[in-house]
């Protein structure tokens, strides 16, 4: 049964473009210079392992030269203010959260800053660092590697994600496409729901109460004052445009967990 005194935010690339950091989908994104298959995927690291290696390396580099927005201090607020009845997720593996000041964040992609031993479990944040030798100091094996879900791979916080969305009453999207997670499926399981995102997409619309269609930094103050209402007094006010009518019914239970299975099945990418 839900508390509904809780609220997950599910955070995605759009959170944290406004900081600087390229995104993969976007015009000008990462997917435009690379092959994602050849640096994002199980395969393409066996086949060649250094070429992934520098390409999380860059990624390391380059987020050693942004700094949290806005939003992520926001978030960071609101995690300080309600503690326990707010979930922090994100798809995004940078650690700008984590510098706004944000604790118990759940990466369910990775974290950038850290490498682990893909034989022992062995985890080290090396920060914003190039990975300067794959042998493993706990092991002595050759298996250590940067930590993230990568195609073709298990995402294992995926179970965390859907235990701590059982849990919520309020479910809040900031920066998301839906193209990994099916956010619109998550909203219609909790009770109420938000969407933040920079452009109109009416089919994800259709699945949240309240929609703020702007950039992450211009709409995190109405999230959190939205936020503020429901969890001091059990208010909410959905608009009016953005009505999803009836609460999720066995029938949107039922898609929930064949989207589930599908997700559990394939990878979870870096961000959204």
């Known amino acids: 049964m839900k508390n509904s005194k809780k609220v997950m935010i599910l955070s995605g690339a759009g959170l944290s473009a406004e900081s600087g950091l390229k995104t993969f989908r976007d015009s000008g994104g990462l997917?435009?210079?690379?092959?994602?298959?050849?640096?994002?995927?199980?395969?393409?690291?066996?086949?060649n392992p250094r070429k992934v290696l520098e390409f999380y390396d860059e990624r390391r580099m380059q987020l050693k030269n942004v700094a949290p927005n806005h939003a992520h201090k926001v978030i960071a607020?609101?995690?300080?203010?309600?503690?326990?009845?707010?979930?922090?997720?994100?798809?995004?593996?940078?650690d700008l959260l984590e510098r706004a000041g944000c604790e118990n964040v759940i990466h369910l992609h990775g974290f950038l800053p850290e490498i682990y031993c893909a034989k022992c479990?062995?985890?080290?944040?090396?920060?914003?660092?190039?990975?300067k030798s794959t042998l493993c100091p706990k092991c002595d094996k050759n298996a250590l590697r940067h930590n993230i879900v990568m195609f073709e791979e298990l995402a294992p916080e995926y179970?965390?994600?859907?235990?701590?969305?059982?849990?919520?009453?309020?479910?809040?999207?900031?920066?998301?496409?839906?193209?990994?997670l099916p956010v619109g499926h998550f909203a219609?399981?909790?009770?109420?729901?938000?969407?933040?995102n920079l452009e109109v997409d009416e089919n994800l619309e259709r699945y949240f109460e309240k929609c703020y269609t702007q950039?992450?930094?211009?709409?995190?103050?109405?999230?959190?004052?939205?936020?503020?209402?429901?969890?001091?007094?059990?208010?909410?006010?959905?608009?009016?445009?953005?009505?999803?009518?009836?609460?999720?019914?066995?029938?949107?239970?039922?898609?929930l967990s064949k989207a589930e299975s599908e997700i559990l099945a394939k990878k979870g990418q870096d961000d959204d």
């Open 159 to 180: 179970a965390t994600l859907y235990a701590a969305l059982d849990e919520s009453a309020l479910f809040v999207c900031i920066g998301t496409s839906g193209f990994v």
């Open 31 to 47: 997917w435009e210079n690379y092959d994602v298959m050849e640096v994002c995927s199980a395969t393409g690291y066996a086949k």
């Open 77 to 94: 607020e609101l995690k300080r203010e309600f503690k326990e009845q707010i979930f922090i997720i994100t798809q995004n593996v940078d």
């Open 215 to 255: 950039k992450a930094s211009v709409a995190i103050d109405k999230i959190a004052a939205d936020i503020r209402a429901f969890l001091r007094n059990g208010a909410f006010s959905a608009t009016s445009a953005n009505l999803k009518g009836s609460k999720a019914d066995k029938s949107d239970k039922s898609e």
């Open 188 to 196: 219609r399981a909790c009770e109420h729901s938000i969407l933040n």
């Open 121 to 131: 479990g062995y985890k080290e944040n090396i920060g914003y660092e190039r990975l």
